[in-house]
């Protein structure tokens, strides 16, 4: 029987390039973006993208009833989170003059402000947009056959600081060296948009659906 792999859907992330991406890779498994409970409880492999500012994501997710979908799939499955998927499995966001977010990790979502400075010493663009060099930081299923260094596109203007540094998997430098990637037991999350990423995003997800935790 062909795999199961959700999109959770709580009406803020680009799902349908998310799950183009995956169906390009996954073979016969059914790709679904949904916000059932009932299907993201029943799939072997959940994918929780998102885009937007923390607030309205985590009013989103409530208005939704995805909170306890969504912990329970990070606690017991394979699961990648993306962008704004990865920012809220963190405690506080200093966002909105501060938000709880799902705190699955201990940690902060910082502003780049003040702390983005290129080589001529002049701020940086923010949101920082475009492609990045992703370093590899721990040895990961999800890096196989990607090199070291190699590019995938951004677009944030929040950074996620996580207490335990040992669940960082990536780090990118945009003025100053941030987590790009986090990763524990089932679960693996990037600040980058692998859907976007060209043929090393299509790999990380490649690599995801046959990730057995």
Same mark, same amino acid.
């Given at each position: 029987m062909a795999q199961k792999i959700a999109v959770i859907d709580y009406g803020m992330g680009n799902l349908r390039s998310v799950s183009k991406a995956i169906e390009h890779v996954a073979g016969d498994a059914e790709v679904r973006a949904t916000d059932d409970p009932g299907y993201i409880a029943a799939a072997e492999r959940v994918v929780f993208p998102g885009q937007g500012a923390a607030r309205d994501c985590m009013r989103a997710i409530g208005e939704h009833h995805l909170? &306890? %979908? +969504?912990?329970? %799939? %990070?606690?017991?499955?394979p699961f990648l989170g993306i962008c704004m998927g990865l920012q809220v499995l963190l405690r506080h966001s200093e966002e909105n003059d501060g938000t709880d977010l799902l705190g699955l990790f201990g940690g902060e979502v910082k502003r780049f402000d003040g702390l983005t400075q290129g080589d001529n010493g002049l701020p940086l663009k923010i949101p920082h947009m475009g492609w990045s060099r992703v370093r590899h930081v721990q040895k990961h299923a999800l890096w196989a056959e990607i090199p070291d260094d190699s590019r995938f596109y951004f677009v944030h203007s929040y950074r996620v600081v996580p207490e335990d540094v040992s669940v960082i998997a990536a780090t990118t430098d945009?003025? +100053? &060296?941030?987590a790009s990637a986090i990763a524990r037991d089932n679960v693996f999350a990037t600040q980058f948009h692998p859907e976007k990423s060209a043929d090393m995003g299509l790999q990380l997800l490649r690599n995801f659906v046959h990730w057995n935790p």
């Open positions: 909170n &306890r %979908a +969504v912990m329970d %799939a %990070a606690e017991s499955k945009y003025g +100053v &060296r941030f």
